[in-house]
C-alpha cells in the first residue's frame, strides 16, 4: 500500500470531498493561495477559488459564528483555525450556537461543520500547545475526533465533514509528518470505533492523539522486559467506544490511560470512571492516568520534556501498575 | 389607493395595510404573553417587543420565505413578521409541546425554517455573524437570498458586531444589519456605553452604507429596508440600518424597571406608539377609514387570543423526548 504522511492523507480526504460537493468551503488565515500554516489546503484554491478557500481576517470568533449561519442555510464548511488555543476565542459560538442549535430547534436545524486545529506541545509555547479534549467532550452535540495515522487522519476527515453535525477534529503538530499506509480510493472510517493498534495480554494502554505513538514505543519497551501491552487508539473520543476498551481489559484486567492533556476532568478520569462503573469486576488494579502536567505548555525542550508523557515514563507508570 | 410620506415611497392600499396587519398581529400577540406571564403561564423570562413593531414589520415586508433572519432575545415581533403561527410562539414561551421547538428553548428559542426563521437568541451578538453566514451560504449556492440580523444598541457593542460587518463589507455578503437603538442595553445607557455618536455611522468604517431612521416611522423603516435588501439581493453587499425605537415595558417582565430611565421619558415615547401614528397616517391620508382599522383591529385580536387559548390548552412535552436531536 501506498505511504502518505498524516497531513497529505488528510489533504487528499478534503480535496475528494471538496470534489464531490460544491457546499464544502474551507476557513482560515492563509488557507487560500498559501495553501495552509500546515499544509492542510495546498493546491485546492488554484481548483476551486477564494469562496471556498476564504482567507479570513484574525476573527476567529467571528467566522466561527459565520460558518455555524452557514452551516444551518446548507453550506458544509470546514474551519482550519491552525492552533487549537486560537479556538478558544470562538468558544461562546461553538457552545451556545453550534453545538446546540439542533438541539434547541428540536431537530429543525443541523450545523455540519469541521473545526480542525492543531493540537500539543511541539516547542510550541503556552499560546500554541493547548490539548484541551475535555472541553469538547463535556459538551453535548459534539463530535471529537483524534485521529493518530494517516490513513485515519483522512477516513475520519470525510467521516467529519459528512456528518450533519458539528465535529471538533484535533491533529497533533507531532503527528503531521508521520508517513503510513493509506488506502487507495474512497475511504471512510466510522466514528466511535476505536482501534487496538498492537495486541497484547498483561495491560490495556490507552493513549490519546500522540501519546498513542509513545504508548506504541513504551510497549517495546515493556516487551523487552517480558510484559505484553494492549495499546488502543480511540480514534473519537466523543463518541468512545468504551466496548473496544472494557473488551480489552476484560482480557488484560490492567488500564493505564495516557493523554499529554491535564489529568483534572480530562479524558482519561471519564475513561477510568467508565471503566470503573461498567468493569470493575474485571480489573486487577486500580485505573492508572498518565496525564501532562498541570501547567501551561512550556516552551523550551527540557521543560517541554519534563511535563509530556514519553515512552520511558509511560513505561515506568506500566511497570509500576504491574505490581499493584 | 396610495400613501406618501415624506420620502418618495409609494404603496398600494394592499400593502399599506398588510405593514398595519403584522404590526397589530405582533402588538396583540404581545399582550396575550403579558397577560399570560401575570396569570404564571410562562414558566421563563419573556422580553416584549412592544413600542418596537415598526422596525420588525418594515424589514420583514420585503424578505420571503427563503431569506433568513437572526434574532435576538427581544425576538418575538421578529418571529410573527416574518410568517411564524403565533400559536407556536406562543405555545412555545408557555414550554409547550406544541411550540415551534417543543418547549426546548421558551421565548429565546423560536425557530422556524418553514418560514426562513432561525432563532431568537439569549446571548447577544451571534446574530450579526449567524445572518452573515446565511449570507455567506447563498454566495456559494449562486442563489439570491439574503441573511438578515436584528439586534440592539448593546449587541452593536459586541465584538460579533466589529468582526461580522467587516467580513461582510469584505466579501460584499448579502447581509442587512438591523439595529434596534431603544437606547438600553438591559438598562446601560448606550450613550454611556459608547461615545459613538451614531451607530449607523460606523458602517462607513467597514465600507458600505449605513443608514439612520426612525424606528417607530414603519414607513421609513420600510423604505430603508427596501434598498437595504435590494442592493443585498443584487450583490451589491450590505448595509447597516439603524432604527430609532423604544421599548416601554421593562428590560423583561417581572423586572423592576425604575433608576435608569425617567417615566416622563417613557410617557413621551408612548406617545409616539407607532401604530398610533401609522394608524392615524392612514387614515388622514384616506388610506383606510376608521371603521376598516377596527374591523382589521378585532380580527386580529381575536387570531391573538385563539392563539393564547390554544397554547394553555396544549399538552406538556413527553420527558422522554428530552434528548432527541442532538446529533444527526
Known sequence: MRELTFTDAAREGLAEEMARDDMIFVVGEGIGARGGNFNTTVGLYDLYGEKRLRDTPISERGFTGLCTGAAVLGARPVIDFMFLDFELDALGEIINQMSRLRWMSNGQVKVPIVLRGGVGLASTGPHHSANLFSIFMHLPGLHVVTPVFPADAKGLLKTSIRTDDPVIFLEHKKLMKLKGPVPDGEHLVPFGQASVVRQGKDLTIVGISFTVIEALNAANLLEKEGISAEVIDPRTLAPLDLATILESVSKTHRLLVVDEDFSPCGAGAEIAAQVMEQGFYELDAPVRRLNGAFVPGPYSPPLEAAVIPSAQSIAKAAQALMVE | ?328
Not at chain 2, 207 to 230: H, K, T
Request: aromatic share 8%.
Open chain 2, 1 to 328: 389607493m396610495l400613501i406618501k410620506n415624506d420620502t418618495d415611497l409609494v404603496l398600494t392600499k394592499e400593502q399599506a395595510v398588510k405593514l398595519l396587519r403584522t404590526m397589530l398581529l405582533i402588538r396583540y400577540c404581545e399582550e396575550q404573553v403579558v397577560k399570560s406571564y401575570a396569570r404564571g403561564d410562562i414558566p421563563g423570562g419573556v422580553h416584549m417587543y412592544i413600542g418596537e413593531e415598526a422596525v420588525a414589520t418594515g424589514v420583514c415586508a420585503h424578505l420571503r420565505d427563503d431569506d433568513a433572519v437572526f434574532s435576538t432575545h427581544r425576538g418575538h415581533g421578529h418571529a410573527i413578521a416574518k410568517g411564524m403561527k403565533p400559536e407556536k410562539i406562543i405555545a412555545e414561551v408557555m414550554g409547550k409541546a406544541t411550540g415551534c421547538s417543543g418547549g426546548r428553548g421558551g421565548s429565546m428559542h423560536l425557530f422556524d425554517p418553514s418560514v426562513g426563521f432561525y432563532g431568537t437568541s439569549g446571548i447577544v451578538g451571534p446574530s450579526i455573524l449567524l445572518a452573515s453566514g446565511a449570507g455567506y451560504a447563498a454566495q456559494l449556492a449562486k442563489n439570491d437570498r439574503v441573511g438578515v440580523a436584528f439586534f440592539g444598541d448593546g449587541g452593536s457593542n459586541n465584538g460579533a458586531f466589529h468582526e461580522g460587518l467587516n467580513m461582510a463589507g469584505a466579501w460584499q455578503l448579502p447581509v442587512i444589519f438591523v439595529c434596534e437603538n431603544n437606547m438600553y442595553a438591559t438598562e446601560v445607557p448606550f450613550s454611556y456605553a459608547s461615545k459613538s455618536p451614531s451607530i449607523a455611522g460606523r458602517a462607513q468604517g467597514y465600507g458600505f452604507p449605513g443608514v439612520e431612521v426612525d424606528g417607530n416611522n414603519v414607513l421609513a423603516v420600510y423604505q430603508a429596508a427596501g434598498e437595504a435588501v435590494s442592493r443585498a439581493r443584487s450583490g451589491n453587499g450590505p448595509t447597516l440600518i439603524e432604527c430609532h425605537t423604544y421599548r416601554t415595558r421593562a428590560h423583561s417582565e417581572g423586572m423592576r424597571d425604575t433608576g435608569y430611565r425617567t417615566q416622563a421619558e417613557v410617557e413621551a415615547w408612548k406617545a409616539r406608539d407607532p401604530i398610533k401614528w401609522y394608524k392615524a397616517t392612514l387614515m388622514a391620508d384616506g388610506t383606510a377609514t376608521q371603521e376598516e382599522i377596527d374591523a382589521l383591529e378585532a380580527a386580529i385580536q381575536k387570531t391573538a387570543e385563539e392563539a393564547a387559548n390554544f397554547a394553555r390548552q396544549s399538552p406538556m412535552p413527553d420527558p422522554t423526548t428530552v434528548t432527541n436531536y442532538l446529533f444527526s
